[in-house]
């Protein structure tokens, strides 16, 4: 089978685990059209016809922000998001094609952008609930572009980051479902041991300054991102939520971040009381600040995930300049939303019944990443007792 087909397959029967009958719902760019057909097409095989799809134009997007006003642009179909909630309520499955395109939007105002992002994040509220109560299922995946392999050093050209691809979500294996099922299995008992330690705080340390203490909620728990179906592909990660109100100390970053394809560089965050104080950049400050003032959820944090500093991905040696892949390459936290799935019960819980039992709401969620070789964190107990969960770099199995 061509290996896009296979993937394409892959996607839909081991990511989504749709079958005949069931509805699925793509979002895509038209960087991407060519994949989405074969999409539409392996779903057919499978007996999905009920499909649907929100093609983005990002040319016609970046001309509408150079040339109106913000008044104007959010009232163009162009940034229209509210078929999110339809497609929720209706029960589709959600698969949403991750296309990076590095700096293609330079020269727009970085203020216009995030005022933009705020807007589309509030207009798919209804959908957001739905996805944090677990009531629908969705995926994010990577599909490359040309602009996305130009932009990537140690990278030559579009056919070798599909290789890449190919070769992170194990496409390349004889049965790639399998071969996720024994990742996944993997993961689960990482999260079922530090489920088992009853922490009460993580304190983070490394060189680059990082000196962090995360406080847990009582009833934490970390999960894989497997459950009904995986909702990242690829995925490396475990990850809980934070005691929103429990952080504090200093976190540098450890890679680039893209966010609204602008580049955030070494920066750093100073958490009291769980609250962001104080930050800095050598590069994208302003994008960080209009992340942090997103809202008042996007000044606390929403997500703690450990991931191996020698993961599949990161030794690739390849900054991906795309959140999903480099995420999964890089022990991160996340400012912004909290998961409901993190704590015992959360999922048959209201916001405000998660709020108070410290986790935090907010439309941002913006992962940044802080692993490095030297990276350790502690757990501290509820009964007092440390243990050290990672060690230069890595997990340090139980």
């Not at 705080?201 to 060189?207: D, F, G, M, R």
């Not at 909620?217 to 497997?226: H, N």
């Not at 809202?295 to 703690?304: A, I, P, Q, T």
């Amino acid at each position: 089978m061509d290996k896009k087909r296979k993937y394409a397959k892959f996607l839909i029967e081991g990511c989504l685990r749709l079958k005949e009958g069931d509805k699925l719902f793509i979002i895509a760019n038209n960087f991407t059209e060519e994949f989405v057909n074969i999409l539409i097409l392996e779903a057919k095989k499978m007996g999905i016809t009920d499909i649907e799809t929100l093609i983005n134009y990002p040319e016609k997007q970046k001309e509408l922000y150079l040339n109106n006003t913000y008044e104007e642009i959010i009232k163009s179909p162009l940034i229209d998001r509210t078929k999110y909630n339809k497609m929720a309520r209706e029960g589709y499955a959600f698969l949403s094609l991750n296309s990076p395109i590095p700096n293609f939007y330079d020269g727009v105002s970085g203020e216009i952008l995030s005022k933009v992002s705020k807007f589309q994040l509030e207009s798919i509220e209804e959908y957001k609930k739905y996805q944090h109560k677990g009531l629908i299922k969705w995926n994010i995946c990577a599909v490359p572009n040309p602009i996305w392999a130009e932009a990537l050093d140690n990278v030559k050209d579009e056919d070798e980051l599909w290789d890449l691809i190919y070769k992170i979500c194990l496409i390349n294996e004889d049965d790639p479902v399998l071969a996720w099922k024994n990742k996944m299995d993997k993961l689960a008992r990482r999260a079922e041991y530090l489920n088992s330690l009853n922490i009460d705080k993580l304190i983070y340390h490394n060189s680059l300054g990082t000196n962090l203490e995360v406080g847990l909620p009582k009833d934490y728990l970390f999960q894989s991102a497997d459950g009904d179906n995986i909702v990242n592909m690829p995925t490396e990660e475990v990850f809980t939520s934070p005691d929103r109100l429990r952080v504090k100390g200093r976190v540098y970053s450890s890679k680039i971040l893209y966010h609204n394809n602008r580049k955030l560089k070494d920066f750093w965050l100073e958490f009291k009381e769980g609250k962001i104080v104080d930050y800095d950049a050598l590069e994208g400050k302003d994008e960080l600040r209009e992340i942090i003032l997103t809202d008042d959820g996007s000044k606390y944090l929403g997500e703690v995930a450990i991931v191996d500093y020698d993961s599949p991905i990161s030794l690739t040696n390849v900054i991906f300049k795309n959140v999903l892949y480099d995420e999964n390459a890089s022990c991160h936290l996340a400012i912004g939303a909290s998961f409901a799935e993190c704590i015992k019960g959360g999922l048959n819980m209201s916001y405000e019944e998660l709020v108070k039992k410290g986790l935090n709401y907010s439309h941002e969620h913006v992962d940044f990443f802080i692993g490095t070789r030297d990276l350790e964190i502690k757990a501290v107990l509820q009964n007092g007792e440390e243990v050290v969960i990672m060690k230069d770099g890595n997990f340090v199995e139980g």
